[in-house]
């Protein structure tokens, strides 16, 4: 009767939960390593490698056999076979391991600061975390079941959640769908304001991308000749074209601007009365202009034939024809759905023009010197030509209201994750994606930097058509 009480205490006392979840770690570790990418491949095969060389120079006898004998010196076939296999998977165990417990104990100090923050239920229950997500190297997403809780009491639990994570949270977002609350967060701050940099710390083909938690990321037009612009309204897309042109601008003195917005004009209104730009209100100027470029692309590939060159990188800069290739021609369209999609009155022959050309600047225009920028709200197949879309190698894209929007741009949901912090985007440069927060240049502090190089609208029109 005493043993059965014993033994009945024990099984009571044991917690089978923890058990599991203790056996488990490093399974659960190495799974979350693999999905999300952050197994360190190369360093656990170079462990298992020298493991095994171990084992082949018999090092492990001389070093362990007084201790381990008979498991690292087995007889049979099977067991010699376990031994290797065992080496070579033993660091991905231990991997696993510190990964697993790594993540359990963030789990425990995030529950903790819920609790500290006061987000405990009658049942004394903080909310359960449904997933930890990483973003990037520098930021991660929980999501969390909210259970009873509103959106609201995870907002004013803000700094306890921060003290407690002892990171800075970048935003707080509900699913009603998913009845969960999403906590965008990171042990770095990324900056809520970066002041426009000077032009003359860059050369004439790069431009200031923002600034990164840790560091200031540029562009240039030989590795990102052509650039997609995409964000909602009032997230910043407008104030980086603003920043863009007057840098290049103020930069790059042999650069002619082509400027293509439809809505009046009313977005580049600003540097309408400037030498060597032309400012394009209307379907009908913009179809004349593109037209021109075509022709001028054409005449530019004829000249690199002739010089038997690949681009204007190595055509020779003393001749009359390599001073007229290195004469770059920026062109930007703000809101390209306005051309291809509404067309102002334009016929749909002119529209699948305007789509063919700018697709051959797209392809062609960097060989050449001619710069293509388009900015977009509606980044989808109807609005932005698949053939413009794929090479636009550089993008900078802002916070989109849905997942379909920012996979459109990025391939991924990371835009719907961006705080409503205007000037906050993602990096897109190739396949690597980075958070960035971009320089804020106002329209008056543009206007005194090119002011003094304002002509009247007449000189200036004459000025850019030649």
């Not at 930021?139 to 995870?154: E, I, Q």
């Not at 991308?209 to 590795?223: H, I, Q, Y």
């Not at 699948?352 to 051959?360: C, V």
Request: aromatic fraction near 8%.
């Amino acid at each position: 009767m005493g043993k059965e009480n014993s033994y009945s205490r024990m099984l009571s006392e044991m917690n089978f939960v923890q058990f599991y979840e203790a056996m488990s770690l490093p399974v659960r570790g190495l799974i979350h390593s693999i999905k999300f990418n952050t197994i360190p491949f190369e360093s656990i095969l170079l462990s298992s490698s020298t493991l095994f060389l171990f084992h082949a120079t018999k090092l492990d006898l001389l070093i362990l056999g007084k201790l381990f004998g008979e498991i690292l010196n087995p007889m049979s076939g099977f067991g010699k076979f376990i031994k290797i296999s065992g080496y070579l998977v033993f660091p991905f165990i231990v991997w696993g391991l510190y990964e697993g417990a790594k993540i359990q104990r963030l789990k425990k100090r995030i529950e903790e600061s819920l609790a500290i923050a006061g987000l405990r239920n009658v049942f004394g229950k903080v909310p359960t975390i449904a997933g930890i997500y990483p973003v990037d190297k520098e930021t991660n997403k929980l999501v969390l079941n909210r259970s009873s809780y509103a959106v609201g009491d995870f907002v004013k639990a803000r700094d306890r959640i921060e003290s407690g994570l002892n990171s800075y949270i970048d935003d707080i977002r509900e699913s009603r769908l998913k009845g969960t609350v999403e906590i965008i967060y990171s042990s770095l701050t990324l900056p809520t304001k970066v002041s426009f940099r000077d032009p003359e710390l860059l050369d004439s083909k790069s431009f200031f991308v923002g600034a990164t938690r840790s560091k200031e990321v540029t562009g240039d037009l030989d590795s990102t000749p052509h650039l997609l612009v995409a964000g909602q309204t009032g997230g910043g897309k407008s104030t980086f074209l603003r920043n863009l042109i007057t840098t290049f601008y103020l930069n790059s003195k042999n650069t002619k601007f082509t400027l293509i917005d439809l809505k009046g004009g009313l977005e580049f209104q600003l540097f309408e009365e400037l030498p060597r730009v032309s400012v394009i209100p209307n379907i009908e100027r913009a179809i004349e202009e593109l037209n021109s470029l075509q022709k001028e692309l054409i005449r530019r590939m004829e000249i690199l034939k002739k010089n038997k060159v690949k681009d204007i990188a190595n055509i020779k800069e003393n001749s009359s024809e390599g001073t007229f290739l290195r004469s770059r021609r920026l062109v930007v369209v703000d809101e390209i759905a306005e051309l291809f999609l509404a067309g102002g009155g334009a016929d749909s022959s002119k529209i699948i023009q305007a789509r063919r050309i700018l697709s051959l600047i797209a392809r062609q225009g960097r060989a050449v010197g001619i710069n293509l920028i388009v900015a977009t709200q509606r980044p989808d197949s109807k609005s932005l030509d698949p053939q413009v879309k794929a090479n636009l190698v550089g993008v900078i894209c802002f916070q989109m209201q849905n997942d379909s929007s920012s996979i459109s741009v990025l391939g991924n949901g990371r835009a719907t994750d961006l705080p409503s912090i205007p000037g906050r985007a993602i990096w897109k440069e190739g396949p690597k994606m980075t958070e960035i927060q971009t320089p804020l240049l106002s329209t008056q502090e543009a206007e005194a930097l090119i002011e003094k190089f304002k002509v009247s609208n007449s000189s200036a029109m004459e000025m850019s058509s030649k």
